[in-house]
């Protein structure tokens, strides 16, 4: 069963930390059980200088009104605006970087050295690593989040912010890219959102270049708006984006599942992939 923690739980949008069953267990607002799948059981057969510098891009208009007036994209991310779940979330990261969570295993396995985070929020999880790479690339859909991420990385000389739009890369160069990160945070994407990154992903990265993508496998009830599926899950499955990112040139190198819980409901609920660009 999920466990609430009083009021923490009120404070944040029924979004929880993730752990890895065979991480650290500390104390959390909840608890996600990853279904170990191996590579064996799993697996598919197989530059500018950045500057320290926003680039704006062409962000969809917001519209006065009820959010759902808002495009569905653009209504999920004024969601995670100025939200206390940034601050509180920093003290969720075991479950991502202890050795033993799969997320760690599946990012130790990309190239660290021009890496870019999509939906980097208020910078947590690349804070974990920003010492290890030669350049970061930090894209969020919201310039408040861009701009926490400029103070947070403020003395560091080889990290690029952008503000994107939501669904494109557009502001980074093609083949420029040697690793790709987002945790955390697509499981709330547009399922048409997802499939337009995928195709940006493969332009972006280095022929061999690698990303790790946590989504959403919440497969079972089509047409459900953002916010009304279990824990905020936007629609989408494990079968779709192992089949769009072969579309774009992207082979499934190793792929797992999460449980949130021991309700059924729950089962599977996120699924965590390891893709590589073709070379």
Known sequence: ML???????????????LI??????????AQMEVRAVGAEARAFGAQAQPSCVD?????APQRPG???????SRAIADDWKHHEYYAEAEHWLAGFWDGSSAFRRFFDKINRKDLLELACGHGRHSAQIIDSVDTLTLVDV???????????????????????????LSAVAGGSQTGLFCYDAMVHFEASDVIDYLSEISRILTPG???VLHYSNMHWMPGVSYG???HMRNFFSEN???????????????????DWGSDPIWRDLDALILLEKAL
């Open 209 to 211: 270049g690698r990303a």
């Open 142 to 168: 919201n310039q408040e989040n861009i701009d926490a991420c400029r103070v947070r990385f403020a003395k560091y000389q080889n990290v690029r912010y952008i503000a994107n739009n939501g669904n494109d």
């Open 55 to 59: 680039e704006d891009l062409a962000r």
């Open 228 to 230: 009304d599926g279990p």
């Open 66 to 72: 009820h959010a759902s007036q808002l495009p569905p």
């Open 20 to 29: 890895d069953r065979h991480g650290a267990a500390d104390a959390l607002p």
């Open 240 to 258: 779709m984006m192992i089949h769009f990112a072969a579309r774009n040139g992207l082979q499934t190198l190793e792929h797992t599942t999460l």
């Open 3 to 17: 466990r609430h923690f009083g009021p923490l739980a009120a404070k944040l949008p029924r979004k929880r930390r």
